[in-house]
């Protein structure tokens, strides 16, 4: 499957889990009949179906004692929360919010008989049909971690062990050790002291031993993987090298690509960049998220040819020689692997990785010519971003099919560089460190997949342990919640089955 955008797409991809107001809602009552009575029946949540479509915008708004009012606008599908309306007005019974992070406005009446507010949505001058309804907050699953049948938070956390469905897991069950110490793992995403986790699965000497969601999330919805994205992008390298359609990691990017070789290029660098550079983050061509704002990742994605505009980057850099975190110098990588295979990645990932994993429901982000973006995009269910951890826990084997050599298991995660801003590792686009054992002692080592917003797949080889974690901390970059899904899969790193 590959994303097309929709209402409000744009912006759901800049915004995506941002934080709620951290400024008041100005709030404007004129002077007509009614206003006030409007406001007070305002107070709460509005779920809006905008267009044909069937999109939901859910609209709140509070206004407590001796605080001032406050809105948000959020876009469930797009995991896009707490977006701040800027200005509310009523005037008799027309209710107008203005949300000008989403460059957009929903303006209706308020019906006197019913609680209905029927208008239209508008952005960038383009009007939609709008009809909004009050909803509790238990109709908002994605407001709190899980309600209870009162509708009432769950606090509590019991332990029950995964279905069993016809996707290829086995299943088992924790010991009771392990219960204990994921059910304090557990309570900490109920009470939120673990922000924002939507899902947490893992799985023990090949087996599902813990599958959990939260949030309104489920086993069936896909989750947007982030930079785990890149992993899956050394993972497709290796499918290359299993399938013979790449010799090694040494081959010249230039050997793909006759414009790089071509004598008329001005800086020779750029002919020795291989794959390896791009997936060491060290190939030298310009361009760096953590230091320019992802302005290279929007350069490629407002471009008709992401790879003409790769690779007519200038070179800053000897390859090999300097760590830059670019995810879009892998629509190079990307490319490459195209060219050697003779068929789009998108193609080559179904044919030779998802469809023998059994992994079936894929979302790619692509450009219109159908290129998949290796640095970020792709969304998976839990379950089978899991799939992808034991692949490499069983040394690159599903079932009876070697789909990875065993000797690129190793070597994609083994560490090449040091990054020290982050406290980790780095191999071929995979993150690694010790975890250290509570139950044991001493140290072990993981290999991390780690996306924005808290997404992991983690995968601890001498202990046969995969652990998934799902989450929608976008909006908020402190060290603590970068690193919290990390230290979550550490804490669990003592799990076993019975």
Avoid at 283 to 295: I, N, P, V
Avoid at 311 to 338: H, N, T
Avoid at 379 to 399: E, I, M, S, T, Y
Avoid at 441 to 459: H, K
Wanted: glycine share 10%; with cysteine.
């Amino acid at each position: 499957m590959h994303r097309t955008p929709g209402l409000l797409a744009f912006a759901a991809l800049l915004l995506a889990g941002c934080g709620a107001a951290t400024s008041p809602t100005e709030l404007h009552l004129s002077e007509a009949s009614g206003s006030e009575r409007t406001w007070s029946r305002l107070l709460g949540a509005w779920s809006c179906e905008v267009g044909t479509s069937g999109q939901v915008v859910v609209l709140r708004f509070e206004h407590e004692a001796d605080r001032p009012p406050v809105g948000w606008c959020d876009l469930p599908a797009q995991e896009v929360l707490g977006v701040p309306a800027t200005v509310i007005g009523i005037d008799g019974d027309l209710v107008r919010v203005e949300l000008d992070t989403l460059r957009a406005v929903f303006e209706g009446r308020l019906g006197m008989e019913q609680d209905r507010i029927e208008g239209n949505f508008v952005q960038d001058e383009r009007v939609l049909d709008a009809t909004a309804r009050p909803v509790s907050l238990a109709e908002l699953p994605y407001l709190a971690p899980r309600w209870n049948a009162d509708g009432e938070r769950e606090l509590e956390y019991t332990y029950r062990p995964p279905q069993r469905v016809d996707d290829g897991w086995e299943v088992g069950r924790l010991d009771e050790e392990s219960v204990r110490i994921v059910t304090g793992v557990m309570e900490s995403v109920l009470s939120e002291q673990s922000e924002k986790v939507h899902g947490v699965v893992v799985a023990v000497n090949g087996a599902l031993v813990m599958e959990e969601y939260f949030f309104g999330f489920h086993r069936e919805r896909r989750h947007p993987l982030r930079s785990v994205t890149k992993s899956l992008a050394s993972v497709l390298t290796g499918v290359a090298l299993q399938q013979g359609y790449v010799s090694g990691v040494e081959a010249k990017l230039a050997s793909f690509f006759p414009e790089v070789a071509d004598e008329q290029d001005r800086d020779g660098r750029k002919r020795e960049i291989a794959l390896e550079h791009l997936l060491t983050m060290t190939s030298g061509l310009e361009g760096d998220d953590w230091k320019d704002g992802f302005a290279g990742g929007a350069e490629v994605e407002a471009s008709p040819d992401w790879l003409a505009t790769v690779l007519a980057r200038r070179m800053v850099a000897e390859p090999g020689s300097r760590f830059a975190y670019s995810g879009s110098s892998l629509v190079a990588l990307a490319g490459a692997l195209e060219v050697a295979s003779d068929t789009p990645l998108v193609e080559m990932a179904e044919r030779h990785l998802f469809g023998p994993m059994g992994i079936e429901d894929v979302e790619w982000y692509t450009s219109q010519a159908g290129m998949a973006y290796l640095g970020s995009g792709l969304r998976l269910r839990p379950r089978d971003l899991a799939k992808v951890g034991q692949l490499f826990a069983n040394g690159g084997r599903w079932g009876e099919a070697q789909l990875l050599p065993e000797s690129w298991v190793v070597e994609s995660v083994r560490p090449r560089r040091r990054v020290r801003s982050r406290g980790l590792d780095y191999g071929y686009l995979w993150w690694s460190r010790e975890f250290r054992s509570a139950r044991e002692g001493g140290e072990t080592r993981a290999a991390l997949a780690s996306g924005l917003g808290g997404q992991l797949l983690c995968v601890v080889p001498e202990r046969r342990l995969v652990i998934a974690i799902v989450a929608g901390n976008y909006g908020d970059e402190s060290e603590r919640l970068r690193n919290q899904s990390i230290d979550m899969a550490e804490r669990l790193v003592d799990v076993s089955a019975e």
